[in-house]
């Protein structure tokens, strides 16, 4: 069955994705704003994070075992409403104790948004229209990290820490109607009696050669996203000797091209298919980050930093939708929860490793 509002529907899952993306990065910006206001050492003011981070990947396989038990109307709803809830709580906690308690609500649901998203966009659409659906929700996780620290800075500018947990309770109510809307009667194929057989599809998902191959090559990529946001500021700073704010910008190109190029991929898989644009993603992401290898020892025109990053991120982007169309199409509508829930867990172990 196809779904006539199921562009809507995509909007609403990419919607609530980029409100995960977007508010980790603002969050992040306001940290020293939250050790000063509640006189937090550096340990606990991490405590912001972890207390997030934590649920969110220990959260990710149960959720995707779960969400075929259910109708993904009134999950989706939960799951946005639910984040919506923990960032009120965040917003006007006013001891430490309680803002922890929101940023768990946050990253419980958080868990749940991720996994049964992509699902959802996957299964709502043509298998024709499956590419656009992923690059389309490919991208706006990168956008809604770029567009954090721009929107944090200028809520900060004028408003105290608070202000970053209460711009969320819009957007979450706007994903929820969007919700109400275009998802009435969609359907994740026959619901399972229980969890079990969630965990058994992923079990058979990862037995599937081309889904485990897959699986790898998009931890490998967020691997090497992860490793390059972490070293690239301090050569930025202790090698380039660039300010803060050039330095800010250059990061940016990543994302950026991840972002743009996403869309291109998802459109480009929908008419030549996915194997191809996985190959010339991977190859471009490795031949750019062998580039940087070679500039980064030593100090380097802005240029050349801002060229090799832009062709990592656009091969980032050729290469994560196509991807995600691979794997979301390995098995069935009913597998889906568990090809969302391992790709989710591959991103966020690809990010701490």
């Not at 043509?126 to 389309?136: N, Q, V």
Request: proline fraction near 5%; aromatic fraction near 10%; glycine fraction near 14%.
């Amino acid at each position: 069955m196809l779904y006539k509002r199921r562009w809507w529907a995509v909007a609403a899952v990419g919607l609530s994705i980029f409100l995960s993306a977007l508010d980790a990065t603002i969050v992040a910006l306001a940290l020293p704003s939250i050790a000063h206001w509640f006189q937090l050492s550096e340990s606990l003011t991490s405590l912001v994070i972890l207390s997030y981070t934590i649920p969110l990947t220990a959260l990710i396989l149960p959720c995707g075992a779960l969400i075929g038990r259910f109708r993904p109307l009134p999950t989706f709803l939960v799951a946005v409403l639910g984040f919506g809830l923990g960032s009120i709580i965040c917003g006007l906690a006013t001891n430490f104790p309680l803002l922890i308690l929101g940023r768990v609500i946050q990253g419980s649901f958080g868990a749940l948004i991720g996994t049964q998203g992509l699902a959802l966009a996957a299964a709502i659409v043509a298998p024709h229209e499956r590419g656009r659906a992923m690059g389309l929700i490919g991208s706006l996780a990168p956008l809604g990290g770029i567009a954090g620290p721009g929107i944090g800075g200028q809520l900060l500018a004028h408003w105290s820490w608070q202000v970053v947990f209460f711009v969320n309770v819009p957007i979450c109510g706007l994903a929820a109607l969007l919700g109400l809307f275009s998802l009435r009667g969609v359907s994740l194929g026959e619901r399972r009696p229980d969890a079990g057989s969630g965990f058994h599809h992923m079990a058979m998902l990862l037995r599937r050669w081309s889904f485990f191959w897959g699986l790898l090559g998009f931890l490998s990529t967020v691997t090497i996203a992860g490793a390059l946001y972490y070293l690239l500021p301090f050569d930025l700073s202790d090698v380039q000797h660039l300010t803060p704010s050039t330095a800010g910008l250059i990061l940016l190109c990543m994302p950026l091209g991840m972002g743009v190029v996403g869309l291109l991929g998802g459109y480009l898989t929908d008419r030549y298919g996915a194997r191809p644009f996985t190959l010339t993603g991977s190859g471009l992401v490795l031949v750019g980050v062998l580039l940087l290898s070679l500039v980064l020892v030593q100090p380097t025109s802005v240029f050349d930093l801002t060229w090799r990053l832009l062709l990592v991120g656009i091969g980032m982007g050729l290469f994560n939708g196509p991807n995600q169309t691979l794997l979301m199409s390995a098995g069935t509508k009913e597998t889906m929860g568990a090809a969302s829930a391992l790709s989710n867990l591959s991103a966020r172990l690809g990010s701490v490793f």
